[in-house]
């Protein structure tokens, strides 16, 4: 048996079939979804005598920041989550759990569960792991402390009579890169507070290297943004920037385990190494090296997110990246990309700088032009809106769902079938510097204004799934069977959503183009700006 044995909930280590943006599965109402077919789509990770042989990446971190604080090898194991009860014994002092969304008060599940009035598979998933564990520690009398950690502890801090009925012994909110040894040799002397909050950052020195691969290839490539979004809890964060050397040695590790595939994390990719924190012009040549460095490895590099104005900022840097990975009719580029709200009075109050080098005034534009600029190069932007944002009016939500409808025109008309985007509504989740705000409930609180822009984003999504999911599956031989049930489910979503609303008293109704926004990338002052170094 082993000392400190590390795992997570089973969302986090299913594969979902290698299906893009699959991964959110886990935030889909329990019950509501039946379990036949979240059962269809869940592929766990394989393991090795329980051992997973990928992992969530902030396992992987906590994982080498014990080796490196004085933990044995034979002291520390990453089990997987449906064997972790073969590493439990009288020799175990911590059983840690990563969770990015344990009580489902995620973005994307307060959507999905009708603002966490019902479970989701990740809730459902984390309390059955849960309970298995406490039901050993208690079966057989053992005395090892139950920790949980990761993006998501937060919540169990904030529904302590959960915590409390879970029983679960300790809470950490923050990095832990640089304190990893001291504060597990904390809580196996019982002297650790219940709740622990990391309130410093780690530097870059203090960042350990992965030493065993992390899932799908993830490696991190800055830490922070440095936009300061006042809803956002990373970006809140200093900025950290992550060397090439450190990259390519984790890059390595996956690499030799057989994972072709180099996912670079960080809040906006278009920022790493930047160098103006003024307007946030991109450090084009630090951004070309970082997928040129990638590529030597191989050629399925994708960045995990990013921004429309990063883009807009810099074509010849999107360009530049595309040609190095082949990027192309087959071989999209995915990205997750912030679209909030089509209001530059919200983009100007809470994200005053998520439009720079540009103004909030241009934020429509930008997000029409920007979304050019990448479905041009062969990246499929994944949006996500926010219903409930504080100072939200009809106003606002009807804008919202006018410029995905212009979005839908102009790139159509000037890319044909190279037009490719998805539009996710998530709730507002009161976070960073809006903490003393209210969790957005979509059954109590929603307007006509948001439930049009709900059907709208949806609308195009499910139009995605028939044009664009081909594309973004191209030689997954899951496709036939999933395109099919996919198609039959977003037209179900789309009638209950019609039906909800008739329901509520809100009537369709066709709403055309914001008047005046086109594309025009070409000529346009950003252009003076050097965009791609001449080595590239």
């Known amino acids: 048996m082993v000392r400190v044995v590390l795992s997570t909930d089973e969302t986090l280590t299913s594969t979902y079939r290698g299906i893009p943006l699959l991964d959110f599965l886990g935030c889909a109402p329990y019950g509501k979804l039946p379990t036949w077919i979240y059962s269809l789509l869940d592929t766990q990770i394989p393991d090795e005598n329980g051992v997973l042989t990928q992992a969530p990446y902030g396992l992987r971190k906590v994982e080498a920041a014990l080796l490196r604080d004085g933990f044995k090898r034979e002291e520390v194991v990453v089990a997987h989550p449906r064997k972790v009860e073969r590493f439990i014994g009288e020799d175990t002092k911590v059983v840690a ?14 959507m999905f569960t009708d603002g966490g009035r019902w479970k989701n598979y990740t809730r459902v998933k984390f309390e059955e792991l849960v309970r298995r564990i406490n039901h050993l520690r208690e079966s057989r009398g053992l005395n090892f402390k139950l920790v949980v950690g990761g993006p998501g502890a937060w919540q169990l801090d904030f529904r302590p009579e959960v915590r409390e009925e879970l029983k679960v012994d300790h809470v950490v909110i923050g990095e832990v890169d640089h304190v990893a040894g001291d504060l597990f040799r904390e809580i196996e002397s019982g002297s650790a507070d219940e709740t622990i909050v990391v309130k410093d950052w780690p530097r870059v020195e203090q960042i350990p290297a992965i030493v065993a691969p992390s899932y799908d290839g993830l490696v991190e490539v800055m830490r922070g943004c440095g936009r300061g979004c ?12 992550m060397p090439l ?63 429309a104005a990063g883009a807009l900022a810099a074509p010849g840097m999107i360009e530049a990246i595309s040609h190095l990975v082949d990027a192309g009719p087959r071989h999209w580029v995915g990205i997750q990309v912030g679209f909030e709200t089509a209001s530059p009075e919200l983009i100007g109050k809470y994200m005053n700088n998520k439009m720079k080098p540009f103004s909030p005034e241009e934020w429509p534009w930008v997000l029409l032009n920007g979304t050019y600029v990448l479905n041009k190069n062969y990246w499929f932007p994944a949006y996500t809106t926010i219903l409930g944002l504080p ?38 989740v009161p976070m960073g510097l809006l903490k003393d705000q209210e969790f957005y409930r979509v059954e109590d609180m929603i307007t ?25 599956m191209a030689g997954n031989l899951f496709l036939i069977p999933f395109y099919t049930l996919a198609r039959f489910g977003v037209n179900v979503v789309m009638k209950q959503i019609e039906k909800w609303g008739k329901s509520r008293g809100y009537e369709l109704r066709k709403l055309e183009p914001l008047e005046g926004l086109h594309i025009e990338v070409e000529g346009h002052r950003w252009q003076s700006q050097p965009t791609l170094a001449e080595a590239y």
């Open 245 to 307: 050397e450190r990259i390519e040695r984790e890059i390595r590790v996956n690499i030799r385990a057989g994972i072709d595939h180099a996912w670079l994390h960080s809040e906006d990719i278009f920022l790493y190494r930047v160098e103006d924190k003024k307007y946030f012009y991109p450090n084009v040549d630090a951004v070309v090296e970082l997928f040129a460095t990638a590529r030597k490895y191989t050629r399925n590099v994708n960045p995990t997110h990013g921004t």
């Open 391 to 428: 100072g939200d009016t009809d106003d606002y939500e009807i804008m919202t769902a006018r410029l995905i409808i212009t979005m839908e025109k102009e790139l159509r008309e000037k890319l044909g079938n190279r037009a490719h985007f998805t539009v996710t509504p998530l709730s507002f």
């Open 97 to 110: 759990l990563h969770e990015m969304d344990p009580l489902c008060l995620g973005p994307v599940s307060m």
């Open 448 to 472: 006509y204004g948001q439930f049009l822009h709900l059907y709208y984003a949806w609308r195009h999504t499910a139009e995605e799934v028939a044009k664009g999911l081909p594309f973004v």
């Open 230 to 241: 006042r809803f956002c809890e990373p970006n809140l964060r200093v900025a950290r920037y």
